[in-house]
């Protein structure tokens, strides 16, 4: 049973326009929440990252949303650009970061 | 410096060989992981090391066997391993506490023949 759930395996979007990728959890122990990005042949890169004491945090042109009551989280990209063309995944921890549990994934392709 | 660097980039061996994947980093942190990703699937975590003791195994078979010599490094031999071990194996760290980030190495492709 997946805890971290991402129900859209890919996403396109218009360069310039909003990306808005989404997470579900099911687990209500889970207290905090990274999003990470990952181009193919590398590792996953951190973008930002939500506790959930928060509902929302921004860095850039990255933001990320957590209602609670829900169990979801979104990271809206905004613009958009081609760089921006990745696998996206979500990942939860109980634990405030010892033990991460991964969604898995959406690919994200913003067209020129 | 975020960087975790992970050798060997690739590494194919026969499921009689005996190999080990390396992870090194110099951010102090006292947390290390080893991750393993199949194709189209997310991270999936095996050990976790905290201050070079071993404190979560997902259950991983024996054939993957941590090692944590010091702070900075984190190892994981293989042996007798199995077609189906082929994967991405990804090394992570992140300092102890509340709220910290993991951050990856560009992982050690694996493919056993």
């Known amino acids: 049973d997946q805890q971290v759930k991402q129900n859209s395996p890919s996403l396109s979007v218009q360069e310039g326009r909003i990306s808005i990728l989404n997470c579900d959890y099911t687990?209500?122990?889970?207290?905090?929440f990274l999003w990470y990005k990952k181009y193919p042949a590398e590792g996953p890169t951190f973008l930002i990252s939500?506790?959930?004491?928060?509902d929302k945090n921004e860095d850039g042109r990255f933001t990320v949303f957590l209602n609670k009551s829900a169990k979801h989280l979104s990271l809206h990209i905004v613009p958009s650009q081609p760089g921006d063309s990745a696998v996206y995944f979500c990942?939860?921890?109980?634990?405030?970061?010892?033990?991460?549990?991964f969604g898995p994934g959406t690919r994200l392709s913003v067209l020129p | 410096d975020t960087e975790v660097t992970q050798t060997p980039k690739h590494l194919v061996m026969g499921m009689t060989n005996k190999k080990s994947l390396k992870c090194e980093q110099h951010?102090?942190?006292?947390?290390m992981y080893w991750y393993k990703q199949k194709a189209k699937k997310p991270p999936e975590l095996m050990f976790v090391y905290s201050y070079e003791k071993l404190s979560i195994n997902e259950s991983v078979p024996s054939r993957f066997s941590p090692e944590c010599p010091n702070s900075s490094l984190l190892n994981l031999h293989l042996h007798a391993l199995q077609p189906e071990d082929s994967a991405l194996y990804l090394c992570?760290?992140?300092?102890?506490?509340?709220?910290?980030?993991?951050?990856f190495g560009e992982g050690s492709w694996l493919t056993v023949v």
């Open positions: 990942a939860a921890s109980e634990d405030y970061g010892q033990n991460f549990v």
């Open positions: 687990n209500s122990m889970f207290d905090y």
């Open positions: 951010m102090g942190h006292r947390a």
């Open positions: 992570a760290s992140s300092a102890r506490g509340l709220g910290n980030t993991i951050y």
């Open positions: 939500i506790s959930s004491i928060k």
